[in-house]
């Protein structure tokens, strides 16, 4: 005769092994790629390769500078993001 104890022993035996039979693959997974990235040369920006003109003296004619203070705007916006003035 099983006992409610038992089945619940069980139970959870059960339900540790599955979990660990699920997180032993993503685990080592974890640490397959942590060394991989350790041992590779840490990855360059991509957004600064990707957009060259940020921070550049480059006039951009889709970013229209402000007549009041010369900041760069976007070419939909109405009003200089930085001096609210109009454009
Ligand atoms: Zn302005």
New binding site residues.
């Given amino acids: 005769m099983v006992t409610p104890g038992e089945v619940y022993v069980l139970l959870v035996t059960a339900m540790a092994l599955v979990a660990l039979a699920v997180a032993i693959p993503v685990l080592l997974r974890i640490v397959v790629d942590g060394r991989a990235r350790l041992g590779e040369e840490p990855p360059a920006h991509p957004d600064e390769g990707a957009n060259p003109g940020a921070g550049g003296q480059s006039v951009d004619p889709d970013r229209p500078r402000?007549p009041?203070?010369g900041?760069e705007n976007d070419a939909d916006f109405v009003y200089?993001r930085?001096?609210l003035?109009q454009l």
Avoid: K
């Fill in positions: 402000c009041h203070c900041t200089c930085e001096c003035e």
